[in-house]
């Protein structure tokens, strides 16, 4: 299920991107936000690559209220791009029992449009990446404590789901930088 932020300003101010879009590699990308169903059938696609059962609900929303969560939930008091929210710490939505519950994963747009320009290939995309990821760590998977494995099974996903460079090889590049 993907949630759509009331507060969330769906497309930036034409000026806000015009200047960096001039500056992504490539052709212009599309920094629109995609649509709920296309996101709701990628959702279902990855989920199943990933062999994560139980319902996920996918928040699109603002760096203030990734902020939020960020600082409630993990003490980092920081916008960032994605948070997951394993089903033990989400909270079910009426009618479903928590055992039929994968988890939660909250997108800042913001960031990931930010992002998406660094990249240079679409919001769309980027969002996908994140939502990849966060997939992952709702099957148990840890990057920072794994020795990889989360790295490795990301990128056999992407490549099966036709995605481009995924998080942890970004953070492993600059890290080297």
Do not use: C, W, Y
Not at 45 to 56: E, M
Not at 81 to 97: K, M, Q, R, T
Request: hydrophobic letters at 40%.
């Amino acid at each position: 299920m993907i949630l759509i932020d009331p507060d969330l300003e769906p497309d930036p101010a034409p000026n806000a991107t015009s200047a960096k879009k001039a500056d992504a590699p490539g052709p212009v990308k599309n920094f629109r936000l995609p649509s709920a169903r296309s996101l709701a059938r990628f959702l279902t696609a990855a989920q199943s690559a990933v062999r994560l059962k139980g319902q996920v609900t996918v928040l699109l929303t603002t760096d203030a209220t990734l902020r939020k969560l960020n600082r409630k939930f993990r003490g980092k008091n920081k916008a960032t791009d994605i948070l997951s929210f394993p089903a033990e710490s989400s909270f079910p939505a009426e009618g479903v029992s928590a055992e039929n519950i994968a988890g939660d994963l909250a997108i800042s747009v913001p960031t990931a449009r930010k992002q998406a320009i660094e990249q240079g290939h679409s919001l769309s995309t980027e969002i996908k990446v994140l939502i990849l990821h966060g997939l992952l760590h709702l099957a148990g998977h840890d990057h920072e404590s794994d020795s990889g494995k989360m790295a490795r099974r990301e990128r056999q996903l992407r490549a099966k789901l036709g995605l481009p460079q995924g998080l942890i090889e970004r953070a492993a590049k600059v890290k080297k930088s």
